[in-house]
């Protein structure tokens, strides 16, 4: 039984289907008199939102596919789930996201489409639990003064942000932080010899030495735009220039980052690669308790072992850093480009190697400076999608 509060949580679960999604159940199965499920929403995933509807009763089941969701409407009656209401659209996301009736929201829909949903919880003053780190990606400034401005709480999802958030100052000060060394396990080509990765399959690709993850969040770790991705998210959560975050490949996954601090101590969080422990620590926050993850075993782990990045191998790392420096359009540029061609990549539309080359191509044609405001956001994320699918349509 939890000890945090006696009042139970009413938490929203944005992509309750996909990996970070089935974790947080599982995770909330284990504190059934802390926390309750409000809503839970998916894309097309009929069967899978239909047995977690049946499992935790949530008030609310939402499907954005209009006709996921009458399907889903109709496997529901007649069960132990008949009185979830279940709604459609991506506006009901943002409902359920922002109900006065939710205290948290998991944001775990991957990619731009987790946006709007996860900005309309920050500026309803929710607790955060960001597992989108496209989000931060697309908006930085404009999601982190939501957050400010609204009295809302973000905790990091990622196992690196989270166990940078753990290994920080109280308070977050950065005085005396000297840099964090973000970690990656360098995927399933850290070795691979990189005259041959013109050939790598879908298959291999989706292929994770470590983590169980889904199909785009797998090719990103392949190509290390997951860990450029999470350069952009970590300058924005830490409020720190990207020159003081440092890559550090780790095969092992055993130490999630590193905080570095001016009088040479060096903070490290570990643990086994799964993501209940960053779910947990979230959902509990100051608090502590049992996520369902075995203890560490040292004697089991053996050895830890460290790698500088080869941006020649990652060429997708290199511009993930270019594109924080270039600005806001650039950013936005390199997440939209990215979704088209890892989507394109799995369609065996353009090779592995054409990734980071169609990116690229899609950063040089995005205007200088930052957008301020939301309109301006979606616009250039818009016209960057549409240059890149011209592009695969012209490969």
């Known amino acids: 039984?939890?000890?945090?509060?006696?009042?139970?949580?009413?938490?929203?679960?944005?992509g309750a289907t996909g990996s970070i999604g089935v974790s947080t159940l599982d995770v909330l199965s284990r504190h059934p008199n802390a926390y309750n499920v409000y809503a839970l929403t998916a894309h097309t995933n009929v069967e899978k939102l239909f047995q977690q509807c049946v499992a935790y009763t949530p008030d609310y089941a939402v499907m954005v596919d209009a006709s996921c969701a009458e399907q889903l409407e109709a496997k529901l009656k007649g069960t132990v789930a008949s009185e979830v209401t279940v709604l459609a659209g991506t506006d009901a996301l943002e409902t359920v996201s922002s109900s006065q009736d939710v205290d948290y929201v998991m944001a775990a829909i991957v990619g731009a489409a987790g946006l709007l949903p996860s900005l309309a919880a920050a500026n309803a003053g929710k607790r955060v639990l960001l597992a989108n780190k496209e989000a931060l990606v697309m908006s930085g400034q404009l999601f982190m003064d939501a957050v400010r401005d609204n009295n809302a709480e973000l905790l990091p999802i990622d196992s690196e942000h989270?166990?940078?958030?753990?290994c920080m100052p109280a308070q977050h000060d950065l005085a005396g932080v000297e840099k964090i060394l973000l970690t990656g396990s360098g995927g399933p080509f850290r070795t691979r010899d990189i005259a041959t990765l013109n050939?790598?399959?879908?298959?291999?690709?989706?292929?994770?030495?470590n983590w169980d993850m889904g199909q785009k969040i797998s090719v990103d770790s392949a190509t290390m735009m997951n860990k450029g991705l999470e350069v952009i998210e970590?300058?924005?959560?830490?409020?720190?220039?990207?020159?003081?975050i440092q890559v550090v490949v780790h095969p092992q996954s055993t130490i999630h980052s590193m905080v570095s601090y001016s009088d040479g101590s060096v903070l490290a969080q570990l643990g086994h690669p799964d993501m209940r422990t960053p779910i947990t620590y979230s959902l509990a926050w100051p608090e502590r308790i049992p996520s369902g993850v075995d203890q560490l075993d040292f004697f089991e782990v053996g050895r830890l072992d460290f790698e500088k990045p080869n941006f020649q191998r990652f060429p997708c790392l290199r511009l993930a850093y270019e594109a924080h420096q270039q600005g806001g359009c650039a950013s936005i540029a390199l997440?939209?480009?990215?979704?088209?061609?890892?989507a394109a990549f799995l369609d065996k539309k353009i090779a592995f190697t054409d990734i980071p080359i169609l990116i690229e191509e899609v950063m040089s044609k995005a205007p200088s400076g930052t957008p301020s405001v939301l309109n301006d956001i979606l616009v250039q994320d818009l016209a960057s999608r549409e240059y890149s699918e011209l592009w695969v349509q012209q490969k």
């Open 234 to 244: 970590a300058c924005w959560l830490f409020d720190v220039p990207h020159d003081k």
């Open 162 to 166: 989270n166990a940078i958030f753990q």
């Open 199 to 209: 050939a790598v399959t879908p298959e291999e690709a989706v292929a994770h030495p």
């Open 335 to 342: 997440n939209a480009a990215n979704e088209i061609a890892v």
């Open 1 to 14: 039984m939890s000890s945090i509060n006696s009042n139970k949580k009413n938490i929203t679960i944005l």
